[in-house]
């Protein structure tokens, strides 16, 4: 069976902020066309940096790619407005959903189709399609999203994202906030865009059991450093993450004590 073509080839990449504060290490990542790839990894492993250097949102943040390159189909981006990113398919939904508060939903979903040039029938037929995966917002379309749920306002944010018409959505932390059911219908809905749309994914999440039960692929951040990838399934068969990412140690799935794992900072396998 053929690989599919990579899409997007990030390469050593390191990230400064403030021009003192090294955030990522050498990030190294491949995400083939039509799949889904996982960032994991807790809280300020560099996540949501290694999303911002690809959608080229750094500069709002006073950062910037130091060394490394990033392609995008053979295309070196780093130097690209976000503008320019959009105009190629590739869009970012914030962590936290970011939706505009007073516009209503239907509004908020019609932001997305901004940058469309295919005419006013294209943007309908998006729309309706959006509908179709959440029909939630279909119902909610002529309420203010302020006054919606966290779960609707994501489902918003990432409709909002495909009015673009996305050949790659950079996803950040979808879970946040979620209540569990809310979260798997969530990602059910990435894993119906991905596999009849077409939509490829490059996720960021903290909730590792979740992401690689819909991921094609995974890579774990540590302190701005890539310390383990491989495909989902191996990953959540791996002693070492079944242990530190996922709280079991067997494939009984029985759960460890903080005793039995508390030696997680002394050992990282990983890194030695």
């Known amino acids: 069976m053929t690989a599919p073509p990579l899409l997007l080839d990030v390469n050593g990449i390191e990230v400064i902020y403030s021009h003192v504060i090294l955030v990522l290490k050498g990030v190294s990542l491949q995400v083939p066309e039509g799949k889904v790839v996982a960032l994991l990894g807790g809280n300020g492993a560099g996540k949501t940096t290694t999303l911002r250097a690809v959608s080229n949102l750094l500069?709002?943040?006073?950062?910037?790619?130091?060394?490394?390159?990033?392609?995008?189909?053979?295309e070196r981006i780093e130097r690209l407005s976000t503008s320019d990113m959009v105009e190629r398919g590739v869009i970012q939904v914030m962590e936290g959903r970011h939706c505009f508060a007073h516009l209503t939903i239907e509004e908020n979903l019609m932001t997305g189709a901004y940058t469309r040039k295919d005419g006013r029938a294209a943007v309908a037929a998006t729309l309706e399609k959006v509908y179709r995966?959440?029909?939630?917002?279909?119902?909610?379309?002529?309420?203010?999203?302020?006054?919606?749920?966290?779960?609707?306002?994501?489902?918003?944010?990432?409709g909002r994202a495909l009015m673009a018409s996305p050949k790659m959505v950079l996803l950040d932390e979808p879970s946040m906030g979620l209540a569990p059911q809310i979260v798997e219908e969530v990602f059910e809905i990435v894993k119906d865009l991905n596999q009849k749309e077409g939509v490829t994914f490059l996720l960021a999440e903290q909730n590792t059991n979740m992401a690689l039960r819909y991921a094609d692929y995974g890579y774990i951040l540590e302190s701005g450093r890539v310390v383990m990838d491989g495909a989902a399934a191996?990953?959540?068969?791996?002693?070492?993450?079944?242990?530190?990412?996922?709280?079991?140690?067997?494939?009984?799935?029985?759960?460890k004590s903080y005793r039995d794992v508390k030696s997680y900072k002394r050992r990282k396998r990983w890194l030695s």
Do not use: H, W
């Open 59 to 74: 500069r709002a943040e006073r950062g910037e790619v130091t060394k490394g390159s990033i392609e995008l189909r053979g």
């Open 133 to 158: 995966y959440f029909p939630r917002l279909k119902e909610r379309r002529a309420s203010q999203a302020a006054y919606t749920s966290g779960g609707e306002q994501q489902m918003c944010a990432i």
């Open 234 to 255: 191996s990953l959540r068969e791996n002693e070492d993450v079944r242990e530190f990412y996922l709280g079991t140690g067997s494939a009984s799935g029985e759960r």
